[in-house]
T-cell receptor, first 113, second 115 residues
Framework: GQNIDQPTEMTATEGAIVQINCTYQTSGFNGLFWYQQHAGEAPTFLSYNVLDGLEEKGRFSSFLSRSKGYSYLLLKELQMKDSASYLCAVRPNSGAGSYQLTFGKGTKLSVIP | ETGVTQTPRHLVMGMTNKKSLKCEQHLGHNAMYWYKQSAKKPLELMFVYNFKEQTENNSVPSRFSPECPNSSHLFLHLHTLQPEDSALYLC??????????????FGPGTRLTVL
């Protein structure tokens, strides 16, 4: 089976740094995605990791360790608009027909003044 | 036009009704998806279409019937639903190729309430 775990809720202060963790146990691994979803809106793509290490994109960075089945999303210089749910998703398979993503339940981040 | 559009945005229906959800993507992608998002549950993949061919059907009850007439349009036909089917239904699309992330682009969803 596929299992992805992430904290249900987190709270952080405006201007601070927050790290959202994700651990996964899947039948295979062909990439890990992070999505942001504001309440009542569509999820939007944030980052993709397929090799170990850190990917940086502006205020957001994502880290992957395949041997540990672990990823985190790091948000720096938090802004109020960063209040949203952050979804971790793993693509277990590769090759033709490998379209399925397995999602975690999401982490609801609240940024407070 | 924004990338992926869905209509209607909100739908209330009785258990004996028949309705359809519509999704349209303007990104030239070759794969489209239906997901169900319920409170406190992960996004659940329901159906996948690639080049208009259904490639995944994750044990979805037959009261949900997908249709993909072309690579830009995707429908979800609903019939005799149950109250537990109330959820946000999200459509997504992606360009499946070995040259990119193949990230999925989501529509805004249809909030479905079954009475």
């Amino acid at each position: 089976g596929q299992n992805i775990d992430q904290p249900t809720e987190m709270t952080a202060t405006e201007g601070a740094i927050v790290q959202i963790n994700c651990t996964y146990q899947t039948s295979g691994f062909n990439g890990l995605f992070w999505y942001q979803q504001h309440a009542g809106e569509a999820p939007t793509f944030l980052s993709y990791n397929v090799l170990d290490g850190l990917e940086e994109k502006g205020r957001f960075s994502s880290f992957l360790s395949r041997s540990k089945g672990y990823s985190y999303l790091l948000l720096k210089e938090l802004q109020m608009k960063d209040s949203a749910s952050y979804l971790c998703a793993v693509r277990p398979n590769s090759g033709a027909g490998s379209y399925q993503l397995t999602f975690g339940k999401g982490t609801k981040l609240s940024v407070i003044p | 036009e924004t990338g992926v559009t869905q209509t209607p945005r909100h739908l209330v229906m009785g258990m004996t009704n028949k309705k359809s959800l519509k999704c349209e993507q303007h990104l030239g992608h070759n794969a489209m998806y239906w997901y169900k998002q319920s409170a406190k549950k992960p996004l659940e993949l329901m159906f996948v279409y690639n080049f208009k061919e259904q490639t995944e059907n994750n044990s979805v009850p037959s009261r949900f019937s997908p249709e993909c007439p072309n690579s830009s349009h995707l429908f979800l036909h609903l019939h005799t639903l149950q109250p537990e089917d109330s959820a946000l239904y999200l459509c997504a699309s992606s360009q499946e190729s070995s040259l990119n992330y193949n990230e999925q682009f989501f529509g805004p969803g249809t909030r479905l309430t079954v009475l």
